[in-house]
């Protein structure tokens, strides 16, 4: 076995890295209002319950809404942001990326109050819009993250044959540069809605009287008997998850194969 | 033409598509997240007068946000948690990267990168609350240790407070401390650890002299993307902090939601940024000769 005690180490830490999914749904299936050990039966009615829940239904509407929109604008922004800090030198390059990838350590509270105050001061009422707004803001980062070593790997000669060709720009980047970064592009979109149906806490700050799925189960935790819905909840959104992401990562795989660039884990 | 006049120009019209063609996301940055940061900060200054804000120039909010036992408190205690998170996830992330990157086959490692990034992107509330259910006074941890009577008495001590907070913190920022040290370590020409032992250093001293040295830039990496986002988290310590594990972000929120308090939020907001500011540069400024490039 290679790296003996190393890799008995990073087991483990998986482990401890998949704990909390391992026991939603045990506690999920467990016929008990009470979220402990020992489990008490096999049950699936908190699974019926999430049926016969109307502000849920509207929640998950919300977030479906929000999380398609940020997914189209934050990937159409990063492809415009990627291409640009891939292709071109320009003054003011490493001063402008900086601020758009800046959410990507920013706490998101600040994110949210600084929005807050801009969009109260201005007048506009809180909204699904408003939480778009967000999410757009730190979906863009990683999008351009995963963007950019699609674009990186471009080979240049390719783009300049098509001009050779008689293409225009507009032309080239449709028929030569779009179809190559294409499964880079469905990657971000897929991350970017999973990440902004995730998102709680500028929805918490943005959404004013509406709500998403997040802020509806942050809502719930506190009335323990709702808590048994809530974990039935998580396991699907896991599960929906963890497909998504599995497409995500085929997509992202299948255009570094493309372009022979190195695998870094995707988001950095 | 001369040559050096259409390079001049070929210059020119490059940066000027690289501007048209960034436009459109520098923008919507610009007037969503600086513009706005530059709003609060200006709010910081401004007076509270109740539902509305006063415009006159004041320190007021940062006398009481520096001054007031109980923010300063708070303050302290994040800059706490945020530093102790940022150790224990950096130190155990490291083995982890050094695993995949030196043992794991070429072909495998995709998986395990895949693998380790999973758990960030899923649900990151009902992650947190699950590990109150862990570690809560009758969770997994409590009950588990006396079924197999280790104890007789749950434990206290590792529930709703700081305890609580670093763990779940290190769970959920697990991810980006190893991937920029995943990074680091594979740049690192195999060849030169060879050289190492030839010249007769044992295995841990090459390590020490040579794989640490060049895995500084991952390291120092993981430590500011743990860092910076862990002192504003909100939604750890108002579920597993309990009263005693509340965090700045909690803070911030009270003042802009619950008291309407927009001056002072704001005040705390950005002597919030300005400490993480200030320890980044610090922390930088101190591992300065590791980011120099290879050869320095």
Not at chain 1, 69 to 98: C, D, E, H, N, Q
Not at chain 2, 198 to 219: H, K, N
Request: glycine share 6%; charged share 10%.
């Amino acid at each position: 076995m290679r790296g003996g005690w190393f890799k008995v180490y990073a087991l483990a830490y998986l482990l401890f890295l998949y704990a909390p999914i391992i026991l939603l749904p045990l506690f999920a299936f467990n016929d008990a209002t009470v979220i402990a050990f020992p489990l008490s039966g096999f049950s699936t009615k908190w699974f019926a319950a999430l049926a016969d829940d109307p502000p849920l239904h509207l929640a998950v509407k919300n977030s479906l809404i929000i999380a398609v929109t940020t997914a189209i604008l934050s990937t159409a922004l990063a492809v415009f942001a990627a291409r640009a800090s891939t292709r071109y030198r320009f003054p003011g390059k490493a001063g402008l990326m900086g601020l758009i990838m800046l959410p990507l350590v920013l706490p998101e509270i600040i994110v949210a109050v600084s929005l807050l105050s801009v969009l109260l001061m201005i007048g506009v009422k809180l909204s699904i819009f408003t939480v778009i707004l967000g999410h757009v803001l730190v979906c863009t980062p990683f999008c351009i993250a995963i963007l950019s070593s699609a674009f990186q790997s471009l080979d240049r000669s390719l783009e300049e044959a098509a001009y050779d060709l008689g293409e225009t720009s507009f032309s080239t980047f449709r028929l030569i540069i779009l179809p190559l970064v294409m499964p880079g592009i469905i990657s971000s979109l897929l991350i970017s809605f999973t990440i902004s149906l995730d998102e709680f806490i500028i929805a918490f700050f943005l959404a004013g009287t509406e709500t998403t799925l997040p802020v509806y189960i942050f809502s719930q935790f506190r009335f323990p008997k709702a808590v048994p819905v809530i974990m039935a909840l998580g396991t699907i959104l896991v599960c929906l998850s963890i497909v998504l992401l599995s497409i995500a990562e085929f997509f992202r795989r299948r255009g570094l194969a493309r372009s022979g660039a190195k695998d870094t884990g995707g988001f950095l | 033409m001369k040559s050096d006049g259409v390079l001049q120009r070929l210059g020119r019209s490059e940066a000027a598509s690289g501007l048209a063609m960034i436009s459109p996301t520098a923008v919507y940055a610009i007037l969503l997240l600086a513009a706005p940061l530059a709003l609060i900060f200006v709010y910081s200054f401004l007076t509270d007068g109740y539902l509305e804000i006063i415009r006159t120039f004041t320190f007021a909010n940062y006398i009481e946000a520096w001054t007031n036992e109980l923010y300063r408190v708070v303050m302290i205690r994040s800059l706490f948690v945020a530093l102790t998170v940022t150790a224990v996830t950096v130190l155990l992330a490291f083995p982890v990267a050094y695993f995949v990157s030196f043992h794991v086959d070429p072909s495998r490692k995709s998986l395990w990168l895949f693998l380790i990034t999973i758990p960030f992107w899923t649900s990151y509330l009902i992650r947190v609350f699950l590990w109150k259910v862990i570690l809560g006074y009758n969770g997994v941890v409590n009950s588990g240790l006396m079924g197999l009577g280790i104890i007789s008495e749950p434990l206290q001590w590792i529930n709703y407070n700081v305890g609580a907070v670093v763990v779940t913190l290190a769970h959920a920022y697990a991810p980006f401390a190893i991937l920029p040290i995943f990074v680091a370590l594979e740049k690192i020409d195999r060849s030169l650890l060879e050289a190492g032992q030839d010249l007769g250093e044992s295995r841990f001293m090459t390590f020490l002299r040579v794989t640490l040295p060049l895995a500084m830039p991952g390291v120092i990496a993981s430590v500011l993307i743990v860092f910076i986002p862990t002192i504003g988290d909100f939604v750890t310590p108002q579920l597993v902090g309990g009263p005693e594990g509340r965090m700045v972000a909690n803070l911030i929120q009270l003042q802009y939601m619950k008291l309407d308090n927009y001056p002072l939020g704001s005040a705390i907001a950005v002597s919030a940024m300005l400490i993480v500011t200030v320890v980044s540069l610090v922390f930088l400024y101190l591992n300065r000769r590791y980011l120099r490039g290879p050869g320095a």
